[in-house]
């Protein structure tokens, strides 16, 4: 695996070749992820060293900001510059490479595209067309949608009981887009930036902006955007940072999808909402049997089970689970069925007994009393 300090190179290097062929949306993409490595880095490092990783990420930030803004003339000499910086080693001299590595990427994409799409989503069909019309239409062919006085861009947001696909949604929406996808989750900003979470987001805010269209998805939203008020110095700083931060793209020209995702759309600052982002909303419900069908089938093709074992009956049987529910209780039972087939030395087939007894170790992870709650919050928000 290439070290932290490997990549960054390579997308700097991806970056400068982009910009002496004109290629100009993966200029700012490289730009922006070489920054992003750069920030990793600085996180990895103490003192002048994560001083100068900084300066390196926010100059390669400037650079793809440039590039969008001027053309590529102007960044060429600029690009020079941050050379220098971006040539940087850790200079310390006990600091090895694979102590820079970051094992945590999921938690911090910029820009990567998901290997995710719509048809490996069963089921949310009215969830899926709501995205189609308001989100990937427009963003696919701006020429039509300005021409109906549509604008792309804004924001929706997701919410529902956890574990039936909102972030699976999200990323489906990156992979039926050709766009550079940002993807932040609240809970491990919080907790790996700490003091800084809302600078980092401000950063990222601004990364997107780099971007003539860009998906922000911004997961686990209530985490990152919690209700002001409180005794929390960060949480009243990052929404007041995030509302400026989006009230400056107001006024920009870029694209900008922000979607956000919540279990708990309840526990949002309220003026998330009335800043016109998050003006659309979709609830993502359990699973319903057709969904449940396809959730099973996925989870049984090429494997091979016993023929009592019936897909219509276990989808009905398993209505009040959540999509993740079924695909734990599905990897349940086919290892309770391999400790079987291992034990007894004979050919490895799913059973219905197997599933039978996964049901008893995996009950359902959503309440009636769960639902309840989002009916309450759409009858008082959005009615
Ligand atoms: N409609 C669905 N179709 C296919 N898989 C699903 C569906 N809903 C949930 N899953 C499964 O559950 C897992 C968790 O879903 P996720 O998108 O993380 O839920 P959420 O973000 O709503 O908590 C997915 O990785 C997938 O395996
Ligand atoms: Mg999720």
């Given at each position: 695996m290439n070290t932290l300090l490997d990549r960054k190179r390579q997308y700097e290097a991806d970056c400068e070749a982009a910009i002496k062929s004109g290629r100009k949306k993966e200029a700012i993409i490289a730009a922006a992820r070489a920054a992003e490595l750069a920030f990793k880095?600085?996180?990895?490092?103490?003192?002048?060293?994560?001083?100068?990783?900084?300066?390196?990420?926010?100059?390669?930030l400037e650079i793809g900001e440039r590039i969008k803004a001027k053309g590529f003339d102007q960044v060429r000499g600029k690009r020079q510059e941050a050379k220098g910086a971006s040539?940087?080693?850790?200079?310390?001299?006990?600091?090895?490479?694979?102590?820079?590595?970051?094992?945590?990427?999921?938690?911090?994409?910029?820009?990567?595209?998901?290997?995710?799409?719509?048809?490996?989503?069963?089921?949310?069909?009215?969830?899926?067309?709501?995205?189609m019309e308001m989100v990937v239409y427009p963003l696919m062919q701006p020429e039509k949608s300005e021409a109906l006085g549509l604008n792309p861009g804004g924001g929706v947001l997701l919410y529902g009981p956890p574990g039936n696909g909102k972030t699976l949604l999200g990323k489906a929406i990156a992979g039926e887009l050709d766009c550079p996808f940002f993807y932040a989750s609240g809970a491990s900003i919080r907790s790996k930036w700490h003091g800084e979470s809302e600078q980092r987001l401000s950063k990222l805010l601004k990364s997107a902006q780099a971007c003539d269209v860009a998906v922000l998805f911004l997961d686990e939203v209530e985490g990152l955007l919690p209700k002001r008020g409180g005794s929390s110095q960060v949480d009243n700083r990052i929404v007041t940072q995030f509302l400026a931060d989006v009230g400056g793209f107001?006024?920009?020209?870029?694209?900008?999808?922000?979607?956000?995702?919540?279990?708990?759309?309840?526990d949002i600052d309220e003026a998330v909402f009335r800043t016109g982002r998050f003006d659309e909303k979709i609830y993502i419900c359990p699973p319903d049997e057709p969904a449940r069908t396809g959730i099973l089938a996925m989870e049984l093709a090429g494997v091979s089970y016993d023929e009592a074992l019936r897909v219509d009956e276990w989808a009905a049987r398993l209505d009040?689970?959540?999509?993740?529910?079924?695909?734990?209780?599905?990897?349940?039972?086919?290892?309770?069925?391999?400790?079987?087939?291992?034990?007894?030395?004979?050919?490895?087939?799913?059973?219905?007994?197997?599933?039978?007894?996964?049901l008893k170790k995996i009950p359902s992870s959503i309440t009636e009393k769960m639902l309840k709650e989002y009916a309450r919050f759409q009858e008082q928000r959005f009615n």
């Open positions: 880095l600085a996180e990895k490092t103490e003192g002048t060293v994560s001083q100068r990783y900084i300066e390196d990420a926010e100059g390669w040539d940087l080693k850790p200079k310390t001299s006990n600091l090895k490479p694979e102590e820079a590595e970051g094992p945590e990427e999921s938690e911090w994409l910029v820009g990567e595209k998901p290997n995710m799409t719509f048809d490996k989503i069963c089921g949310m069909v009215e969830a899926k067309q709501a995205i107001e006024e920009s020209r870029n694209t900008l999808l922000i979607l956000g995702a919540t279990n708990k759309p309840w009040g689970f959540s999509g993740s529910d079924i695909v734990g209780i599905m990897k349940s039972a086919k290892r309770i069925s391999l400790g079987r087939a291992i034990r007894e030395d004979s050919d490895a087939v799913l059973t219905v007994n197997d599933i039978e007894a996964a």
